[in-house]
């Protein structure tokens, strides 16, 4: 495998994943920007879409921010340069952008989360700053000057007066000018501050990782829902001690072996995985379509030509359990056995999910069900 413009995804891995930034020259060569900005502000008035503005000095003030939705003449209010918009999960927006996301799955899906467009004039940008995630920043359109290097952390000095986390008294130590079809992996904690040199839209491929408090407290709410959950602690081997207010040995390590048993179940730990990773990032991103489809329709479909593929929103994964193989879609699971198993790692390598195969699963009435399910959900569409 190999990342786009040419080195290959083990060397990656091995030197740079979350380590140190890499700067790829035409990794996307005769790339087209599939938005125009007329299109992101339009987007940015939609009320369902994630859209902010970023004004560099708003009579004053440093790097401030606003949240759409937006009202069509807040962009003929803005100044002439210095100021960007954003506009988050492009991909779930615009289908065209599918074919970019699938050069990425070289990372597993549960973690890739979506593309972020940044449109700015002249000397638009949001500050020197660091994220807590890995990213890739493609540009798509213009030219972008940036400047990244050092790692930051809650402690570095931050600029007052803005509400955003911008750093203050940081200096890079590589600077770069993207054109189209250039981009620049930044690992998480390093210091990036991104300034357009011309009118210019930067895709960000974003990927997510849960943080360790989502992973204390989704697995154990999870456990709490499993059988079992509402015995309570016994101790029959109690003993006296002198002390009523003492905590003692004996009940840490009683109330340690629950916590330990419950560990050990790796099945449990893999499922609530599975399920907290794909879960859409709202409820509006999966919607059923306005007609049920069924099985007859699903098969018909297919031998006239249409294709499936994800909904723009939806997230795919699986997990193989001893003799049966978990898929889970969009925080739903789905327990499959002996000849349906195949389906899953189908699914889940691709938005387009090979044709024929497809064809196949939908002449098995079991797998016609799973699809049928997984349509009239909102998570697969016939394009």
């Keep these: ?215 204390l407290t989704g697995f154990s709410d999870f456990l709490c829902n499993q059988p079992g959950a509402e015995q309570l602690l016994r101790d029959p081997d109690l003993a006296p001690q002198d002390n009523p207010g003492l905590v003692s040995d004996a009940a840490v390590d009683g109330v340690k072996a629950i916590v330990e048993n419950a560990l050990r179940r790796e099945d449990l730990l893999a499922l609530w995985l599975g399920q907290y990773s794909t879960a859409p990032k709202s409820a509006q991103i999966v919607q059923p379509p306005e007609e049920a489809l069924d099985a007859e329709q699903l098969g018909a479909a297919l031998e006239d030509g249409f294709t499936l593929r994800w909904n723009e929103g939806s997230r795919f994964a699986y997990r193989p359990m001893d003799d049966r193989i978990a898929l889970f879609v969009d925080g739903e699971r789905y327990l499959l056995n002996g000849d349906a198993r195949w389906i899953a790692p189908l699914l889940c390598a691709r938005h387009q999910p090979d044709p024929a195969r497809m064809r196949e699963a939908a002449a098995d009435p079991a797998l016609a069900g799973l699809l049928v399910t997984l349509i009239n959900q909102g998570s697969l569409y016939l394009e």
């Excluded at 927006?93 to 973690?111: C, G, M």
């Excluded at 300034?195 to 943080?211: E, H, N, V």
């Design 1 to 215: 495998m190999q990342l786009p413009g040419g080195l290959d995804v083990d060397v990656f891995l091995r030197d740079y994943w979350q380590k140190k930034p890499l700067v790829i020259r035409q990794a996307f060569p005769g790339l087209t920007c599939p938005v125009t900005p007329d299109e992101l502000a339009g987007l940015a008035c939609e009320e369902a879409v994630e859209s902010r503005i970023v004004v560099e000095n708003d009579g004053g003030r440093p790097w401030q921010l606003e949240n759409g939705p937006f009202q069509p003449e807040r962009f003929e209010q803005l100044p002439a340069t210095h100021w960007t918009l954003l506009v988050q999960g492009l991909d779930h927006w615009v289908p065209e952008l599918a074919p970019l996301l699938d050069r990425f799955r070289f990372i597993p899906n549960w973690r890739l989360d979506d593309i972020m467009a940044s449109y700015a004039p002249q000397g638009g940008n949001v500050g020197p700053h660091y994220d807590q995630y890995d990213v890739f920043l493609l540009q798509a359109e213009g030219h972008r000057e940036w400047q990244f290097g050092g790692q930051c952390d809650e402690t570095s000095p931050r600029v007052d007066g803005t509400p955003l986390r911008i750093l203050k008294d940081w200096q890079p130590e590589e600077t770069v000018v993207l054109a189209p079809g250039d981009m620049l992996y930044i690992p998480p904690g390093v210091g990036h501050h991104g300034i357009a040199q011309d009118d210019c839209i930067t895709l960000s491929i974003g990927f997510r990782a849960p943080s360790h408090d989502d992973i």
